[in-house]
């Protein structure tokens, strides 16, 4: 399948030294975030948030953006467009094009990701819109006898559909099948399952015309869950996150751009370096290793920007935070990354969330 006009644009997502800012929490997801920080969920208390990324110097660093529905429309205090403020700063703009998280009918907890229904027409508006590429998530929880085999092949079903109805719509999609970090598995059994819900994937996108050089693939490094008994070291994750995507991502996909899962801001960009670290000591990586954060780029953000408000600090701290995190994590994609880092939030904390999974008040 050719397709050099979306080809090009997975390229300039890839480019070496940059990564993908995810900024596309649902309504329920950030105001979660926001109550938390003390601030009120409305409309203008998101944009004005979300402005502190979108108008930052982070051209530098981030290739695209991805943005909820919602923020594609917004605009900036100077009335400039989102999409153009990221264009502006040589960000391609995104989108986020599930609908949320559903139960997965006769499986124990599992679920499945709800939109196909709607998406070619909405795909269709987003592009029109300005939209380069889009994301779609699915989750899979890790426990006794789960991911189950149904949840596991109904899920790469979708993101490859998915996938397939995106490039249709000339967007290029990002396939992000996330390991739920909740539980206590071990580094091994995250590697087995992983390769297991890559393979899955793959084999799925194979059997759609989809094209591979012009798909992104969004997953979780290979590690522990949050409640193991024993963490793995930052080269632990780093031997088992290539040897699992060795084992299961195609040469012909241009990037794998890890998710933070819950890592604080700190280890997200250590564990990032490592595994660039290690493929430039083995060599011969088909793929860029990148990263497409959310909370590992926002949380030290949010403080900043609430203290502003606050006036605890002085106005645009939030906006430096910003282009400050991104400039870290795009240095790990080359493995340079040397300290010290940006955070103000714990290095050996979490930003792991509870609502990760599905949950009855998605909007």
Request: include cysteine; hydrophobic fraction near 40%; glycine fraction near 8%.
């Amino acid at each position: 399948m050719e397709n050099n006009g979306l080809k090009g644009i997975a390229e300039r997502l890839t480019v070496r030294g940059k990564g993908i800012l995810a900024s596309d929490e649902s309504t329920g997801t950030i105001g979660k975030r926001l109550e938390k920080s003390g601030l009120e969920n409305t409309e203008n208390v998101r944009r004005g948030y979300r402005e502190n990324f979108y108008t930052a110097e982070i051209g530098n660093s981030i290739s695209g953006a991805i943005l909820f529905k919602e923020t594609l429309y917004q605009n900036s205090s100077d009335n400039t467009p989102f999409f153009k403020c990221l264009l502006d700063r040589g960000v391609l703009p995104g989108i986020k094009v599930d609908q949320g998280l559903v139960p997965l009918p006769n499986s124990n907890s599992e679920t499945s990701t709800r939109g196909l229904e709607t998406l070619e027409a909405e795909c269709k508006q987003y592009r029109q819109q300005g939209a380069r590429f889009t994301k779609w998530r699915a989750a899979l929880k890790v426990a006794d006898g789960l991911p189950s085999e149904a949840a596991i092949q109904r899920n790469a079903e979708d993101l490859a559909e998915y996938a397939a109805i995106a490039q249709a719509c000339d967007l290029v999609p990002i396939v992000e099948p996330e390991i739920l970090i909740d539980g206590d598995y071990s580094l091994q059994r995250s590697a087995d399952v992983s390769q297991r819900v890559l393979q899955a994937c793959v084999a799925q996108l194979w059997r759609r015309p989809v094209d591979l050089e012009a798909t992104l693939l969004k997953p979780m490094m290979v590690m522990p869950g949050a409640d193991a008994p024993h963490r793995a070291s930052k080269e632990d994750v780093a031997i088992a996150t290539l040897d699992t995507m060795r084992r299961s991502v195609p040469p012909a996909i241009p990037g794998i751009m890890f998710l933070s899962g819950g890592l604080s801001e700190e280890e997200a960009t250590l564990y990032l370096n490592a595994i660039n670290l290690l493929a430039e000591e083995q060599q011969g990586n088909p793929w860029a290793l990148s990263f497409s954060f959310g909370r590992a780029l926002q949380a030290s953000v949010l403080k900043l920007w609430t203290e502003e408000r606050n006036g605890q600090v002085p106005p645009g701290a939030a906006k430096g935070m910003a282009e400050a995190l991104a400039a870290a994590n795009a240095s790990a994609t080359k493995g340079e990354y040397q300290g010290p880092h940006p955070s103000i939030t714990s290095a050996a904390g979490t930003l792991r969330e509870t609502f990760r999974g599905w949950r009855t008040d998605v909007p």
